[in-house]
């Protein structure tokens, strides 16, 4: 099974990363990575698009349409599917991920920690508090991936959702977090592809000028879309409902009920 690691960087939209995320832009530079845009599904909210995101679905379709939904996933997921063909999976990630896919309500004195667990993640860490520092949920996956090597992990940090909220999208405030997002991913990256993993960095939706976002506007819906050490084809016009499909593929597993991805790939 081959392992990848998908990072999803909580409110970042697209111009914000392609100005802020030196080490990824120097990647693509080199050939060695790939960076396209890619249009967030509706609303243009965390919880709907995390759904979105590990199975494949439109929020309209799988029901979570709101922060405000808090239930447990209800289908096929990315999660499901790798420990279905045998693989190990792991999260750091914001407590709503556990809330979809462990157990939910998430009860902070025993789901923040969770190691051999029997369900769809069997390894993760949790956080509930947005200000939790991204350097901290940097090191948390770098022990799951040394301790647990997990064949599919989530990295989920909040702190550039955090600042856009704070300061807005159009900010130094916003863009310094995303900077530090950038220096962390040039600290870690280069080891995880060392140790065999294909890695995904996008965003759940981008960040309003106001300090918010749910709707259509292209501050709000455009995303970055970064493959490290493959790209996919120029014909393909890669949708969000495609990801969970598209890392499938990468891992060579059965996506099952979830959407396939049958574009082309290429190995960089």
């Given at each position: 099974?081959?392992k990848?690691?998908l990072?999803?960087?909580?409110?970042?939209?697209?111009?914000?990363?392609?100005t802020?995320?030196?080490?990824?832009?120097?990647l693509?530079?080199?050939g060695?990575?790939?960076v396209?845009?890619?249009?967030?599904?509706?609303?243009?909210?965390?919880?709907?698009?995390y759904?979105?995101?590990?199975?494949?679905?439109?929020?309209?379709?799988?029901g979570?349409?709101?922060?405000?939904?808090?239930?447990?996933?209800v289908?096929?997921?990315?999660?499901?599917?790798?420990?279905?063909?045998?693989?190990?999976?792991?999260?750091?990630?914001?407590?709503?991920?556990s809330?979809l896919?462990?157990?939910c309500?998430?009860?902070?004195?025993r789901?923040r920690?969770?190691v051999?667990g029997?369900g769809?993640?069997t390894?993760?860490l949790?956080?509930?508090?947005?200000?939790?520092?991204?350097?901290h949920?940097?090191?948390?996956?770098?022990?799951?991936?040394?301790?647990?090597?997990?064949?599919?992990?989530?990295?989920?940090?909040m702190?550039?959702d955090?600042?856009?909220?704070?300061?807005?999208g159009?900010?130094?405030?916003?863009?310094?977090?995303?900077?530090?997002?950038?220096?962390?991913?040039?600290?870690?990256?280069?080891?995880?592809v060392e140790?065999?993993?294909?890695?995904?960095?996008?965003?759940?939706?981008?960040?309003?000028?106001?300090?918010?976002?749910?709707?259509?506007?292209?501050?709000?819906?455009?995303?970055?879309?970064?493959t490290?050490?493959?790209?996919l084809?120029?014909?393909?016009?890669?949708?969000?409902?495609?990801?969970?499909?598209?890392?499938?593929?990468?891992?060579?597993?059965?996506?099952?009920a979830?959407?396939?991805?049958?574009g082309?790939?290429?190995?960089?």
């Amino acid at each position: 099974m081959n392992k990848v690691i998908l990072i999803v960087l909580d409110g970042l939209r697209y111009d914000a990363a392609r100005t802020c995320l030196g080490y990824m832009e120097g990647l693509v530079a080199a050939g060695r990575a790939d960076v396209r845009k890619l249009i967030c599904e509706l609303p243009a909210m965390s919880r709907p698009l995390y759904e979105t995101l590990l199975t494949g679905r439109k929020p309209v379709d799988h029901g979570v349409v709101s922060n405000g939904v808090v239930r447990r996933s209800v289908g096929d997921n990315l999660f499901a599917r790798v420990r279905a063909q045998g693989g190990v999976t792991g999260a750091a990630a914001y407590h709503w991920v556990s809330e979809l896919y462990v157990s939910c309500p998430f009860d902070r004195n025993r789901d923040r920690i969770l190691v051999d667990g029997t369900g769809d993640i069997t390894h993760g860490l949790f956080y509930w508090d947005d200000a939790y520092p991204d350097s901290h949920l940097f090191a948390d996956a770098e022990w799951l991936i040394r301790a647990k090597a997990p064949d599919f992990l989530l990295l989920h940090p909040m702190n550039v959702d955090d600042a856009g909220h704070k300061h807005g999208g159009n900010s130094v405030g916003y863009r310094n977090a995303a900077r530090l997002q950038g220096d962390l991913l040039a600290r870690h990256l280069p080891d995880w592809v060392e140790a065999g993993y294909t890695v995904i960095v996008t965003a759940d939706h981008g960040m309003g000028d106001d300090g918010n976002h749910a709707g259509p506007t292209p501050e709000e819906t455009e995303v970055p879309f970064y493959t490290v050490g493959f790209r996919l084809g120029l014909d393909v016009a890669l949708k969000q409902t495609e990801i969970a499909g598209l890392i499938c593929r990468l891992m060579d597993i059965d996506p099952g009920a979830m959407p396939a991805f049958d574009g082309a790939i290429e190995r960089l």
